[in-house]
């Protein structure tokens, strides 16, 4: 076999080696956030019992091994939030290769925007999403139903609506990537947004944990904002790529 032959195998392999290697950077610093933050677990558990203080003030376990788990699964998130810059830089540092020097030059941007997206969602699930839901599902049965909830099922209530709306909150950085590297445009989205809409009214009824109609436009709202966002900021920084 030529050289010119076994040139693509020996770049497929490479890419392979780099893949690996930024995954195993990305395990090591989310290892050593994870287990900082379960240096500080009663700390965070304390915040993230804020929102229903006034109402549970104090949590119920069922089995010994409760605690602990719920311990650890507030230090894996917490954990996977503080890496987030650092995630973000490997994946930019694993597509940049395929890219324009122009195109390289908005990293900074998309690890710092990343981030920041990504603490917003989360501070939007928190301070927003998550007081208006404990209201409604407290608010059942009220003077005649009182609540018992264990800390596991209150953390991983929590944890899990404040994750995916960090998650979901990545949207604008996402398109912008997809924009970066040519896959979309803003033609292409503008003329995708009546599915667009009706995909994320349908994210935000998933996540959301109530079915009233005020915690969906909640989170549906702000979705269909950043989609619209994403659009205007592509429009405003993105070259046209030749046909």
């Keep these: 076999m030529s050289n010119a032959a076994s040139n693509p195998q020996l770049t497929f392999l490479g890419h392979l080696e780099e893949l690996r290697r930024?995954?195993?950077i990305c395990l090591a610093v989310f290892l050593v956030t994870v287990g900082v933050s379960f240096t500080q677990i009663e700390r965070i558990i304390r915040w993230l019992q804020h929102p229903v203080e006034r109402f549970l003030p104090h949590f119920a376990y069922f089995s010994p091994t409760e605690p602990i788990i719920a311990y650890?699964?507030?230090?894996?998130?917490?954990g996977f939030i503080l890496s987030m810059p650092v995630f973000l830089t490997q994946l930019w540092?694993?597509?940049r290769g395929g890219l324009t020097a122009q195109e390289r030059s908005y990293?900074?941007?998309?690890?710092?925007?990343?981030?920041?997206l990504f603490v917003t969602g989360t501070a939007f699930g928190y301070y927003v999403l998550l007081p208006a839901s404990l209201q409604v599902l407290l608010g059942i049965g009220r003077g005649y139903l009182e609540p018992m909830i264990s800390i596991d099922q209150y953390l991983s209530f929590v944890t899990t609506l404040v994750f995916w709306c960090g998650v979901i909150f990545e949207l604008p950085a996402l398109i912008f990537l997809l924009a970066k590297v040519g896959i979309v445009t803003t033609a292409w989205l503008r003329q995708q947004r009546p599915y667009a809409v009706l995909i994320l009214v349908t994210i935000a009824a998933i996540v959301?944990?109530?079915?009233?109609p005020v915690n969906?436009?909640?989170?549906s709202i702000p979705l269909i904002v950043l989609y619209e966002l994403s659009i205007l900021l592509i429009q405003l920084s993105v070259r046209r790529r030749p046909e």
């Design 208 to 212: 959301t944990p109530t079915t009233d």
């Design 72 to 78: 650890v699964k507030v230090s894996v998130l917490a």
């Design 22 to 24: 930024r995954l195993g």
């Design 107 to 116: 990293g900074l941007a998309f690890i710092w925007w990343g981030s920041g």
């Design 216 to 219: 969906l436009l909640l989170l």
């Design 93 to 95: 540092g694993f597509v």
